[in-house]
């Protein structure tokens, strides 16, 4: 498992830190230098400091080897902030990323499927640049600026639902959560909020109420706020139809949460980090009536399955089910931190002026990265390419899996591109193998790519490829993954015998 992620898989959780090297008198001296050399800097006027060649000041002495950066990582950060990977980037191109050392993987997490439009998309950074050269932030809330306009227009317009839309941005998923609770809770004045087990929200608090699975997320984290309730979700291989998840609801409603006490039910299209289960577009449906029934606002958090992972630009679209308010992130600035809420414009105007906001929300450079990213979307036909992206990577998912005997490889699921496997002990059980999945994961990486696991046993692996990654890289991924697959497997058959 892992987004913001259960990292735990090959962090090193119980490492002890590093030992800080011992200040030599010649550094504090160098130290001092600088410091007053950077006064005498920040006195000059900006040209001269511009006209200066770039250095790398903050650096002492550059780290060049994952080693070094992994013991003063150790030594620097707390272990709570797992990494997947023991090694550091250093560069990124479409769907590849060099490390310090120079070696090369292929990308199939995308950053926590952030980059659908793949690392460094030229576009991208083009609109960024230009906008870093105008302003880089003023504050929306102080002096507002067209991007953020801009954006909001567009998302208006791509949104599903045929309504009058609003939109407002933020900064992380778990932010938009929060905020499209507030105005929930504001535009029906209630207070009760339903999601779904397995689901993940964020790690706010409120988000982490609403968050289904306790580690490592909520671990010791609680309490968490009141008015949360949860559903089980609809689960072919746990048992659990739509009927059974609906008749739980019905249940709640009799049991422990009021109905016209209720604000909001909020789902994932796709469960991310719950492991890429695709909502059947049955609940979606059924949800849509319960909520008109009863007044309540249905909450699509789209921030993974958001921006053409799924093969359309909302996952929901895939139902036929318009919400009354989206959460997005992640794939929509093309890697810079951008976050929204759009919804029906009666809902969204319901918070008076000043009750929503935050000093970064919605930055401009971000608000530019994200149109220029969406008009990659548009413009390289990505929808289409996730499509035929899910297709084949079904198929080849599927030959791996036959070959690999004893069969590890079970459940291939998903929505167009954004499709997961799981690793399984037993096959006709699907006994989940979370051992052989961090070790498919390590190897892969050894090899030269980058698998980035999730679900709720931790043994499903879900794949975030670029959707501008050609075929040639696609199928080098899917070879290494086969490879690592295979490793792993020998590997545990040998240790078990
Ligand atoms: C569906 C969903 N909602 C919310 C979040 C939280 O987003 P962030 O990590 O940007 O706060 C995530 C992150 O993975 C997510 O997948």
Known sequence: ?????????????????????????????????????????????????????????????????????????????????ASAAPVFADRAENAEVWDVEGKRYIDFAGGIAVLNTGHRHPKVIEAAKAQEDRFTHTSFQVMPYEPYIALAEKLNALAPGDFAKKSIF???????????????????????????????????????????????????????????????????????????????????????????????????????????????????????????????????????????????????????????????????????????????????????????????????????????????????GLLARSEAIGQHMRARFAEIGARSAPYRLWDIRGLGGMLAVELVSDFETGTPDAALTKLVVAKALEKGLVLLPCGMHGNAIRVMVPLTASDAIIEEGLAIFEAALAEAVAEQIQAAA
Request: with cysteine; aromatic share 6%.
């Open 1 to 81: 498992m892992t987004d913001n992620t259960d990292t735990t898989a090959a962090t090193p959780a119980d490492a002890k830190p590093a030992k800080q090297p011992r200040k030599t008198a010649a550094t504090r001296a160098r130290k001092g230098a600088k410091a007053k050399k950077a006064q005498a800097e920040m006195l000059e006027p900006r040209a001269s400091i511009a006209s200066e060649p770039v250095t790398t000041t903050h650096l002492e002495a550059p780290a060049k080897t994952n080693a070094d950066l992994l013991a003063r990582r150790q030594a620097a950060v707390p272990r709570g902030v």
């Open 170 to 380: 933020f900064t992380t998923g778990a932010e938009a959560v929060e905020n499209a609770v507030k105005i929930a809770r504001t535009a029906t004045g209630r207070t009760g909020v339903i999601a779904f087990t397995g689901g993940y929200h964020g790690r706010t608090h409120l988000t982490l109420g609403m968050t289904g699975k306790i580690s490592p997320y909520k671990k010791n984290f609680g309490p968490f706020p009141a008015d949360i309730f949860r559903v089980p979700f609809p689960h072919e291989h746990q048992g659990i139809s739509v009927a059974q998840s609906i008749q739980a609801l019905e249940t709640l409603f009799l049991t422990d949460a009021q109905p016209d006490r209720v604000a909001a039910i909020i789902l994932e299209p796709v469960l991310g980090e719950g492991g890429y289960h695709p909502v059947p577009a049955e609940l979606w449906h059924e949800l849509r009536r319960i909520c008109d029934q009863h007044g309540i606002l249905l909450i699509a958090d789209e921030v993974q399955s958001g921006f053409g992972r799924t093969g359309r630009w909302f996952a929901i679209e895939h139902s036929g089910v318009a919400p009354d308010l989206i959460t997005c992130a992640k794939s929509m600035a093309g890697g810079y931190p951008l976050s929204g809420v759009i919804g029906r414009a009666d809902v969204m105007d319901a918070v008076e002026p000043g009750g929503l906001g935050g000093t970064y929300g919605g930055n401009p450079v971000a608000c530019a990265a994200a149109l220029a990213a969406i008009e990659a979307i548009e413009t390289e």
